[in-house]
């Protein structure tokens, strides 16, 4: 197979988060810009923006909901209408402010009606995306007890959800709210030790999630 190489030119400071599906690709920037590209498109090119106030720290898009763009900003999530026909999209069909912390990933489930939201403080907060409104918070003893990164639905499902976080633990979620932790190992190798010096230690925090199509879960 062929590899293509090619440089997407529009943001005019870092870029910060990417979502993929298919032949779309969305991206968050420090420039307070979320973009749209359409892949098919020779050269590719940016086919809608968003202008936010702040930074763009995680974007998604559903291939069951075609005509919707998240992006998150602080501890808001804003929706945006792709049905529209302006480039420049200026007004959120939907906004919902529910983290009182920086949210790090957002993800939408297969069906297109909910959104997972991992944020720094910990918590995992689901969005109706048919109202915009808090369906449910998942924390507590079962929870992440640091910040959580990143989130990812089981493909297939109508409600299987896991989280990672910087307290190198991932939690298995059920619809009720009780959570199932399976902590990260250190790795206590010969070859993590010094001969002259102290042993140091990476500790395993898991900064990303994806589910494999055999519903096997890998954990960066």
Same mark, same amino acid.
């Not at 559903?62 to 792709?82: H, I, N, W």
């Not at 402010?97 to 720094?120: F, P």
């Not at 925090?205 to 199509?213: Q, T």
């Given at each position: ?154 493909? !297939? ?6 989280? !990672? ?23 206590? !190798? ?31």
């Amino acid at each position: 197979m062929a590899i293509q190489r090619s440089q997407l030119k529009g943001h005019k400071d870092s870029v910060l988060t990417l979502c993929a599906d298919g032949d779309r690709l969305a991206s968050g920037g420090a420039d307070g810009s979320c973009r749209l590209w359409d892949l098919r498109c020779t050269p590719r090119r940016s086919v809608r923006a968003a202008l936010l106030k702040d930074e763009v720290s995680a974007v998604a898009i559903s291939p069951t909901r075609l005509e919707l763009l998240l992006a998150a900003v602080g501890g808001k999530v804003l929706g945006f209408d792709l049905r529209s026909e302006k480039v420049l999209l200026q007004e959120p069909s939907g906004e919902r402010d529910l983290a009182r912390d920086e949210i790090n990933q957002i993800s939408i489930d297969h069906a297109g009606h909910l959104c997972a939201v991992a944020e720094d403080a910990g918590p995992v907060h689901l969005l109706d995306l048919n109202t915009w409104r808090v369906d449910k918070t998942l924390a507590g003893k079962a929870g992440h007890d640091n910040i959580c990164s990143c989130v990812a639905w089981k493909p !297939g499902r109508d409600w299987t959800l896991a989280s !990672g976080g910087l307290d190198a633990a991932v939690v298995f979620w059920q619809r009720s709210g009780r959570g199932r932790k399976v902590l990260m190992q250190q790795d206590l !190798g010969e070859e993590s030790a010094t001969a002259t010096g102290p042993q140091l230690l990476n500790p395993p925090f898991v900064h990303s999630l994806a589910y494999l199509p055999d519903e096997t879960l890998a954990a960066g």
